[in-house]
């Protein structure tokens, strides 16, 4: 893992820029902070999100609010809903995402979760 240390900082994420990033159908709207090989996330999915790639790279989210399916490359489909989290490190689980009325996410990844 190529991380440096990182000094003790706060996030006002109102004030971290959004870029978009169409899905299959819907967007994700991504506030990115990255310290070396780790990449810290709010993303927000619109109403009628649905993922347009099967993801395989580990993630550790949080549900902030709203809810979402994981659907898995086996075809079981897991709700995320606020409060609940989820992990998986890379290679194990290929995924992909959609949501029918939004949700608001909390996300870490990076070369640890290899």
Known sequence: MQLEG?????????????????????VAYWKTLEFGDLRIRIVEYSKNYKADHWCSKGHIIYCIEGEMVSELADGSQHKLT?????????????????????????IVDGAFLK
Do not use: C
Request: charged residues 20%.
């Open 82 to 106: 606020k409060g609940m989290s989820y992990q998986v490190s890379d290679e194990l689980s290929s995924h992909r995402t959609f949501s029918e009325h939004g949700v608001k996410l909390f």
């Open 6 to 26: 990182i000094p003790f900082q706060h996030t006002d994420w109102e004030n971290v820029p959004a870029t978009q990033h169409p899905g299959e159908t819907g």
